[in-house]
């Protein structure tokens, strides 16, 4: 008998004292069901923050300089909250989040591009514009300027 008493008593050790419920319960496609219990920091942490939000000032409560301070600051921080977000709106509206001289720098990119492609094509370069913008493809391996010796060449080489 001292055994089951002794087991009981680990049995009531172990059981918590306060029933706690599921913080979430997943449901499986197969039927299976997981509960998922906080912990003991998690629930520390939810009182903290619950009796942060309970300790507003109550206005009712305060003198006349406080409660003065406290309504000209509620005041002034959604006066501020409320022109932040207009002028983020009225900016959007009439455009102001568009650069201005945007056009100018593409016509300059622009006239960059065409004249190095210029250049490049007045220098005798040997490569061939591509159908793809910015890509050059390189001549075919059966022209003559391209992996063929010149006779000259070839000459003074056997020689």
Request: charged letters at 30%.
């Amino acid at each position: 008998m001292e055994i089951d008493g002794f087991q009981q008593l680990d049995l009531e050790k172990s059981v918590p004292s306060k029933k706690t419920t599921p913080k979430r319960i997943i449901h499986f496609v197969d039927g299976d069901i997981m509960e998922e219990y906080s912990t003991e920091e998690e629930e520390e942490e939810e009182e903290k923050e619950e009796q942060s939000t309970n300790a507003t000032l109550d206005p009712s409560k305060l003198s006349w300089g406080p409660y003065l301070r406290f309504w000209a600051g509620r005041i002034a921080s959604t006066s501020f909250a409320t022109c932040e977000f207009l002028g983020g709106r009225f900016a959007v509206f009439f455009g102001l989040t568009q650069p201005k001289y945007q056009y100018v720098l593409n016509e300059y990119y622009r006239i960059q591009n065409k004249k190095s492609d210029n250049e490049s094509e007045g220098n005798g370069s040997k490569t061939q514009a591509a159908e793809v913008p910015n890509e050059k493809c390189h001549l075919e391996a059966g022209d003559r300027d391209y992996g063929t010796i010149q006779q000259d060449t070839a000459e003074a080489i056997s020689q």
